[in-house]
T-cell receptor, first 115, second 113 residues
């Protein structure tokens, strides 16, 4: 069975600075998807970024980028030029290509942004 | 991506009663998923719902406690039955398939007293 681990329950960053959230996972599959989701207090799950395992190039979305290390089974999220609106719970998630689309989530990292 | 309207957004219920949560998608989706998020915790999959077949439940979740309906490709319900305070959680529905992005409803915050 696949597992996802986020070892940082809380992180803090100064506005305009850069922060990196860590995620590791365990799987025996060679092809899969990895995601970072943001959950603000509104509870709405918002997709931040997605990475296909077969792609060597790291995904980027504006201020958000990932460092995907397949051999190490590591998938960290870097947020550049942090903004107050980035404050939220961030979840790393794994999706198998063979299990119908269900997501396996990490424990989450609570990010606070200081003005 | 598609939009899911989830109702109710929150409810306070008496123990021993049942609550049905509804999710309406603005387009047809193959798979729908129901997750539970206990206070301060991550999301845990309860079950996967396909149209025309019984839902597939994850370990630790049973149909008698969490019956699910999926009458068509745009709608699903989850019922939390015979509730106890331990059922107090956020319940989220999600849609999508193996090759499509997952999208979520707004969540239902359930408090059982």
């Amino acid at each position: 069975a696949q597992t996802v681990t986020q070892s940082q329950p809380e992180m803090s960053v100064q506005e305009a600075e850069t922060v990196t959230l860590s995620c590791t996972y365990d799987t025996s599959e060679s092809d899969y998807y990895l995601f970072w989701y943001k959950q603000p207090p509104s509870r709405q799950m918002i997709l931040v970024i997605r990475q296909e395992a077969y792609k060597q190039q790291n995904a980027t979305e504006n201020r958000f980028s990932v460092n995907f290390q397949k051999a190490a089974k590591s998938f960290s999220l870097k947020i550049s030029d942090s903004q107050l609106g980035d404050a939220a719970m961030y979840f790393c998630a794994y999706r198998s290509l063979f299990q119908g689309g269900k997501l396996i989530f990490g424990q989450g990292t609570e990010l606070s942004v200081k003005p | 991506s598609a939009v899911i309207s989830q109702k109710p957004s929150r409810d306070i219920c008496q123990r021993g009663t049942s609550l049905t949560i509804q999710c309406q998608v603005d387009s047809q989706v193959t798979m729908m998923f129901w997750y539970r998020q206990q206070p301060g915790q991550s999301l845990t999959l309860i079950a996967t719902a396909n149209q025309g077949s019984e839902a597939t439940y994850e370990s630790g979740f049973v149909i008698d406690k969490f019956p699910i309906s999926r009458p068509n490709l745009t709608f699903s319900t989850l019922t939390v039955s015979n509730m106890s305070p331990e059922d107090s959680s956020i319940y989220l529905c999600s849609g999508g398939g193996a090759d499509t992005e997952a999208f979520f409803g707004q969540g239902t915050r359930l408090t059982v007293v």
